[in-house]
């Protein structure tokens, strides 16, 4: 996106794995790609704790998402301090761009990265439930194997998502 260019008000429009509606919430576009959004969200829903995070209304989301990549990546900022939560990494199909909307689908299996550079994969029982192919199996486990090597805790941020900007 063009510095000179405003921000603009975006839809970000999450499904299940078979595309079925499961909630929406409004952000702001910061940053696009012909293959890539950044988008800045406020954290609205109630208290809601995962792992060793408690997401607060307020919080900053900082979420990135590829039309390549088979996940999504939240950075996750207190919203008094700014300080750093965590990474929330979304194993998900690769997100469909419209002009004003954002839509993913999710496949269940989560990663959490801490600031210390410990992860946590959550929703392990709620993937194993999805009816998907061996083969899209295989994949998500890959993409999480994929995830974790981004993970460095010589370096500041711990944590570097591949995504590839053009």
Known sequence: MNAAQPEREITIIKQDHLGNFVFSWQGRLLRAGS???VISATFTPKPHQVGRVTFNPGDLFVENYSTRAWYNVFEVYEQQTGQLKAWYCNLSYPAVFRPAEILWRDL???LLVYPDGSSSLLDQDEFASLNLSAELRKLCWQTVELL??????TSDPVFKPA???E
Do not use: E, T
Request: glycine share 6%; no cysteine; net charge negative.
């Open 35 to 37: 293959s890539q959004r």
């Open 108 to 110: 269940a299996l989560d």
């Open 148 to 153: 974790l090597q981004g993970i460095d805790r």
């Open 163 to 165: 995504f590839d900007w």
